[in-house]
């Protein structure tokens, strides 16, 4: 069964930054991060393709947010910078298995990954 757990969030201030980080046997060469504020549906943000490293982001990350990946770890991180009070939301990372086409990684589609673990809550206050 896939597995993975997320960490590094917290609650920070407007304009600040954190570091999400993602590992777990659950590791695959597409690799995505994810996020759902109350009340509303789950929704993407970044995914990487982890065999080449291309990158792929929602536009409300796109600029902000960085996606990366130690595929020796198995980990798959999101830096967070210029944060805003609507970045705030619980986010999860999740793993899909696609082609050898790294175009085939881009799709934000939450529907498509699996592997969701317990999610960490990012909080940022204005």
Do not use: H
């Not at 570091?19 to 929704?43: D, H, I, T, V």
């Not at 982890?50 to 929602?58: D, E, I, Q, R, S």
Request: with cysteine; net charge positive.
């Amino acid at each position: 069964q896939v597995q993975l757990v997320e960490s590094g969030g917290g609650s920070v201030q407007a304009g600040g930054s954190l570091r999400l980080s993602c590992a777990g046997s659950g590791y695959r060469n597409c690799m995505g991060w994810f996020r759902q504020a109350p009340g509303k549906e789950r929704e993407g943000v970044a995914t990487i393709y982890t065999v080449g490293g291309t990158t792929f982001y929602a536009d409300s990350a796109q600029g902000r947010f960085t996606i990366s990946r130690d595929n020796a770890k198995n980990t798959v991180y999101l830096q967070m910078n210029s944060l805003k009070p609507e970045d705030t939301a619980m986010y999860y990372c999740a793993a899909r298995a696609v082609g050898w086409v790294s175009a085939d990684c881009r799709t934000l589609g939450v529907s498509l990954f699996s592997g969701w673990g317990q999610g960490t809550q990012v909080t940022v206050s204005s």
